[in-house]
């Protein structure tokens, strides 16, 4: 997804591989990014652009003029089975592939709003009335559309347009003398169902991502820094030369406490793992539903109501004002190149946004220094100067003194203080040093080949929407060394994002019992992610406790119960006491015990409750003779009872057996872990049920909040505490439990 797909990766990689070592050699010595760039490209072959060009027809984004029947129909089926979502986003699909006031258009748009209207949507579903009519809806069928206006009218209150429809609508019928409908009669029955449901979906209109995402954006800082407008204070900015530049935590931060708050300065929409179909006529028609049919391109906002671009059946966005802006910033460069884009994978595609969406900033001064740099290189072959190490000091200067100015921290403006722009993401690290030769030829390539893309698509288009003359001028002087300058830039933004993009996805709830990355785990991804070795305090402490076996795993006395220790051959760790058992042993013991625990689990599955209360009693008193009080298998075995008395409705029971459970989950993974969270949630249910009032509620009151932290302030999870914690709050002074 990040990188190109899998067989232009191969394909890349074979090459590689067959380059004679002095050519190697050359490139993975090479000083500069620049020099990685031109070594690489010179490399470029017609065959492999060829071959690169048949693998982005896979990805087919152009408009088909015969899609449109077919999504319309795909999406009259669903409508019929009353999936209104899926029939709004098959209709989308329809409306992409249309060109701009056709019947296609209006139709699929008219048909959409329908499927909006029973999903409640009654603002997007008038957009797309009024969508259909701007692109030529049909006359003969304008009455039953007008009805469902009206109607949306009067679903938001607003009866005088709904009448003015009306209106409309009778002068329409009497044109249409043939068609026998009664609006009125239709309007006024359906006018007191139309209110109740309503009132329904208010509730509901605003779905969780908009709620979430409300939420996050009304959340503020504390105190914000001064040297960087977006962080907190408890942050200030710091730089490493191997890290480049980090924030530093200047006072202890509390959990869940929001230290950035920042708009990306470029984002791209992931499209979903959707894989490419087989290239072929007819197969390019895909009911599949991906991220791009349910977010707008340019804002990522959730919409079932989408305005396609006009250039291509890929991109399309939530609002006419999204479509204009992106046309303006990128998709105008881009649209040509969807394909591609797609096939180069998601770096590749943010580079190109990046470096487009700067050159309304001061990346004219930017592109200007590198065109020099790269001018004069081709002229007298200077040697040491990297045009991009020269770029990123030469933006520390002032420009009316030409002096150099020490800036300490790179990025940052001459002030010192840190800003949302070109320069601070142009000087984050390319760690370019760190990533394989292979990578960076992987990487020049593939940039390397979208730059020849980019000419042939006319390379124009990048410099069109510029602002001054005098920039154009500055930038586009002939077409080469500018696309050269464009490649290097891409380059280096390719490679610096591995370390520096951020993926964000929607919130995805997993069970409890989940165990987490462990610190060997944690630290591999570091080091071959980020190309950073953690040593900090925390890091260190796990690792000590890890090496000397955690207690989750450790093994207790049989005779005294106090901690065995030890390599092959354990002891125990009470002076006064003895015993001695070998690894091997108690290996095999629990290995049995687990032979058993799984065969009580299958019990409980099967409902078999009383048997498997009993199987799982002769476990835990097994496991309690052997394993030390916080092992894990001894707390999954108190919660598989818990869940087993849960189940019997002995609340009493399952409560106490989830307590114990909780001290080893704590043990595991702390007190504010996520484990911990879903953990004291089941408790809460558990007490709940028993109407085990002060208990319930002490526990709904952990769990929320843990849980806020992890899963944000309106996840299901929460919801349900504060209905518990309500519903608690409202019960009678004396509770009267169920008559017995
Ligand atoms: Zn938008
Ligand atoms: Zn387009
Ligand atoms: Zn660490
Ligand atoms: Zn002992």
């Known amino acids: 997804m990040d990188l190109p797909v899998d067989e232009w990766k191969s394909y890349i990689l074979q090459k590689w591989s067959l380059l004679p070592t002095a050519v190697q050699l050359t490139i993975a010595t090479a000083e500069t990014l620049s020099d990685v760039f031109l070594l690489s490209s010179s490399l470029l072959q017609p065959e492999d652009e060829m071959f690169l060009k048949s693998l982005s027809r896979g990805y087919f984004v152009g408009k088909d003029p015969a899609a449109p029947l077919f999504y319309r129909e795909e999406g009259n089926k669903k409508f019929q089975e009353k999936d209104y979502t899926g029939a709004a986003v098959l209709y989308s699909k329809g409306v992409s592939h249309s060109r701009p006031h056709t019947e296609d258009i209006a139709l699929c748009y008219a048909n959409r709003s329908a499927a909006l209207f029973h999903l409640g949507q009654f603002e997007a579903c008038l957009e797309d009335i009024g969508r259909a009519q701007l692109h030529g809806y049909p006359e003969r069928l304008l009455p039953k559309m007008l009805l469902r206006k009206a109607e949306c009218l009067v679903a938001l209150g607003r009866p005088q347009e709904a009448s003015q429809t009306i209106t409309d609508l009778e002068s329409n019928l009497t044109s249409q003398a043939s068609l026998a409908l009664s609006p009125f009669q239709t309007l006024q029955r359906n006018l007191h169902h139309l209110k109740m449901k309503v009132?329904?979906?208010?509730?509901?209109?605003?779905?969780?991502?908009?709620?979430?995402?409300?939420?996050?954006?009304?959340?503020?800082?504390?105190?914000?820094?001064e040297q960087v407008s977006s962080a907190s204070s408890s942050v200030s900015l710091g730089t490493d030369p191997s890290k480049g530049r980090c924030l530093v935590a200047t006072k202890d931060v509390l959990p869940g406490e929001l230290l950035v708050k920042e708009d990306a300065f470029v984002s791209v929409l992931i499209p979903g793992e959707v894989p490419p179909l087989p290239h072929g006529l007819g197969s390019r028609w895909d009911t599949r539903i991906s991220n791009g049919d349910l977010y707008c391109h340019r804002c990522l906002k959730h919409t079932l109501a989408t305005v396609p671009c006009d250039g291509c059946s890929y991109a399309k966005y939530c609002s006419l004002e999204c479509l204009r802006r992106a046309w303006e910033l990128y998709h105008s460069a881009e649209c040509a190149l969807g394909g591609l884009l797609l096939t180069l994978g998601i770096f590749c595609h943010v580079a190109l946004r990046l470096t487009l969406v700067a050159r309304f900033q001061d990346f004219g001064k930017v592109i200007r220094k590198l065109c020099d740099e790269i001018n004069s290189r081709a002229v007298c072959v200077p040697e040491s100067k990297d045009p991009v190490k020269t770029l990123s000091n030469g933006l520390g200067e002032r420009e009316t003194?030409?002096?150099?100015?020490?800036?300490?921290?790179?990025?940052?403006?001459?002030?010192?203080?840190?800003?949302?722009?070109?320069?601070?993401?142009?000087?984050?690290?390319?760690?370019?040093?760190?990533?394989?030769?292979?990578?960076?030829?992987?990487?020049?390539?593939?940039?390397?080949?979208?730059?020849?893309?980019?000419?042939?698509?006319?390379?124009?288009?990048?410099?069109?929407?510029?602002?001054?003359?005098?920039?154009?001028a500055a930038v586009a002087p002939d077409l080469c060394p500018d696309l050269h300058v464009w490649g290097v830039a891409l380059l280096r933004h390719m490679l610096q994002l591995q370390c520096n993009a951020q993926a964000i996805t929607t919130i995805q709830q997993t069970g409890p019992h989940v165990s987490r990355l462990g610190i060997a785990a944690r630290q591999q991804k570091l080091k071959s992610q980020y190309f950073f070795n953690c040593s900090c305090l925390a890091c260190q402490t796990e690792a000590h406790a890890t090496a000397a076996a955690p207690r989750w795993e450790a093994f207790c006395c049989s005779s005294c119960r106090a901690l065995l220790q030890g390599g092959d051959v354990l002891s125990c760790s009470s002076g006064s006491c003895t015993e001695a058992v070998s690894r091997d042993h108690l290996a095999a013991r629990l290995r049995d015990l687990q032979r058993q625990t799984g065969l009580a689990r299958e019990l409980l599955r099967s409902g078999e409750l009383e048997k498997a209360i009993q199987q799982l009693s002769g476990c835990q008193r097994d496991a309690e003779s052997f394993l030390w009080a916080e092992h894990s298998v001894l707390g999954e075995i108190e919660d598989d009872l818990a869940q087993a008395y849960a189940a019997l409705g002995d609340w009493k029971k399952s409560a106490a057996h989830l307590q114990k459970s909780l001290t080893v989950v704590e043990a595991r993974h702390g007190p504010s872990s996520v484990e911990m969270g879903h953990e004291l949630f089941k408790l809460a249910q558990i007490l709940f049920n028993g109407f085990e009032v002060p208990e319930a509620l002490s526990t709904i009151q952990k769990a929320e909040t843990v849980l806020a932290v992890h899963c944000g302030p309106c996840s299901d999870e929460i919801q349900e505490l504060q209905q518990m914690k309500s519903c608690l709050l409202d019960l009678p002074p004396v509770p009267v439990g169920p008559s017995a």
């Open 199 to 225: 009132r329904d979906k208010e509730a509901v209109m605003e779905t969780f991502p908009a709620v979430l995402a409300n939420a996050l954006e009304n959340m503020d800082l504390r105190e914000e820094s």
């Open 401 to 472: 003194s030409g002096t150099a100015v020490e800036t300490p921290i790179p990025g940052c403006g001459v002030n010192g203080k840190y800003e949302n722009n070109y320069n601070a993401v142009f000087n984050l690290l390319p760690q370019t040093e760190n990533h394989s030769p292979e990578h960076k030829f992987l990487c020049a390539l593939s940039v390397s080949a979208l730059c020849k893309q980019l000419q042939a698509a006319g390379f124009q288009a990048l410099t069109a929407g510029l602002k001054s003359s005098k920039l154009k």
